[in-house]
């Protein structure tokens, strides 16, 4: 986490309100409109944890969906300055948060993703790396470290069909996904189409980003379903090497 927004801090030490105005990689937006995200994403978990650590699980968003479209779209605006602020801001306060969480307080719930406070450590770690591609200011997939891109294989596995085995040509790891969306596949059932490529392009693919070297399947990519779904399903299994 701390190398993630190192690295986040260090790209947007320099860049001008022009650049933050321009378009981002996603549709509709601005780097304004990423980097707004980014902001409140922090401000939010940092309000989860607060209360969690109090013994209260309250909703991400108080309004739901729209207060947090409608939080983004009044502070994508802000000049490149301001930006800055507000996410070192927010950032500091969820880092001070964080800090106080005991060994036996990362499992108290919180309503993201119906998990606990340890799991928005997660989520957050692959907010920033997954946005800053987004940002299109030169950090790509191949910037991500390895562990968060396996990270991002474990978390978006549900976005392919059954019968897929992704194979991490860098790495001795496989994921597979099983029959019916959920259940794994079974010993000695050949996969209907296996994926191969490095990790990094595996979990942008699966991502929906661009990744540098497109994963390979003899029978042609699968098409992705929607992200994992709210609460998330059972994960499905995955093989680790010797």
């Known amino acids: 986490m701390a190398e993630a927004q190192r ?13 933050v105005r321009a378009p ?8 304004g409109h990423v980097l707004a995200h980014l902001t409140d994403n922090a401000r939010m978990f940092a309000r989860l944890a607060e209360h969690a650590l109090c013994g209260e699980r309250v909703p991400t968003y108080e309004g739901g969906q729209a207060e947090r479209d409608a939080i983004i779209e009044a502070t994508a605006g802000r000049t490149a300055a301001e930006h800055r602020a507000a ?27 119906d998990a606990d406070i340890a799991a928005t450590v997660f989520a957050r770690w692959r907010e920033v790396w997954i946005h800053m591609v987004d940002l299109g200011l030169g950090i790509g997939p191949a ?25 991490a040509t860098d790495l001795d790891r496989r994921w597979h996904t099983g029959g019916e969306g959920t259940a794994p596949a079974r010993e ?5 189409c296996e994926v191969r490529g490095g990790v990094r392009d595996l979990a942008a693919w699966l991502a929906g980003r661009v990744p540098d070297s497109p994963p390979r399947c003899q029978a042609g990519l699968p098409e992705l379903g929607p992200w994992p779904p709210h609460p998330p399903q059972p994960p499905r299994r995955t093989d680790a090497g010797p």
């Open 143 to 167: 910037a991500w470290p390895p562990q968060l891109a396996a990270h991002a294989l474990d978390f978006l596995l549900g976005r392919l069909p059954h019968g897929i085995c992704l194979v």
């Open 87 to 113: 996410l070192a801001g927010h950032t500091r306060t969820l880092m001070a948060v964080w800090s106080r969480v005991g060994a036996e307080d990362w499992r108290r719930p919180v309503a993201f993703r």
């Open 24 to 31: 981002s990689a996603l549709p509709g937006w601005s780097r």
């Open 7 to 19: 690295v986040l801090r260090e790209l947007l030490a320099d860049v001008d309100d022009d650049q």
């Open 188 to 192: 000695g059932t050949a996969p209907v």
